[in-house]
């Protein structure tokens, strides 16, 4: 148990550090002007991105994100463009258009070239298993639109 | 008078036969699923979209924009989506996101290319003079967009 423990602790460790955690982190750290969350540890801010399998199957099939839920993306993407930001010099951003019911579409564009684009659907159900899922989704993210910028890299210029 | 009135009619057929105010008329035609408007002209659909000089001098620096507003900007960059469409037979997509105070970024995509992209500041005074500017202001950004796409045809396409 305490090997099982253990392991579960040094994968979060991992997780914590890759560039898109430390992206994410340092957001919510930004976000933090009067030092509410200085005495939580870099994992603890992140522990609302984690919805357990009991836990997503509690939730409706159908149901309208509230806005703490909406955030929590909103920052999931910002934190990959800040991460592509970092490792190209190049300005990523990311922009969001939702419906309050749940679904929308998400872009993320450096110069003239998207570099990411994806509907989102389900947004209520947004969260990961474990701090490696959601480092392994953003860091997913981050490299295929890393890929997209080597392809077009003068439109990602332009 | 006489005269300046005629004028002034033959201005506005000009305006409304442009490509950009038929696709304008087009996406309000599309949204009225009960025939309400079925009895207005074209020009009257649009001409909501006219303020004049003293109307715009009556309103505040600063204002937040109601919701019918921010509804008319859609439409005029949906306008300019559609009419990209139907000239390149690429689809155009708009995505807009808006603070509630007025100021915000639109932008529109083809393929993996952002084909135009401009902050939006002021947006309570959104509105044009004449129907002959509003068509003039929607041309104008269509024909940026299609130098974008002309300067990088692969990546519209991509």
Redesign the interface.
Known sequence: MAETLMSAAEADDKAMGSPFMKSLVAIYRAEDSYGAWESKSDAELLEEFIVTAEERRAKPIIDDPDPDLLDRVDKFYRAIGLTVERETGLMASP???MHWEGFG?V?L?A?????F?KSLRDVHRFGFESLGDLAEAGMKVVRQARE?IDT?PE?AR?
């Open positions: 922009m969001m258009s579409r872009i564009t110069g003239k070239l998207v570099i684009a997209t077009y439109v332009a």
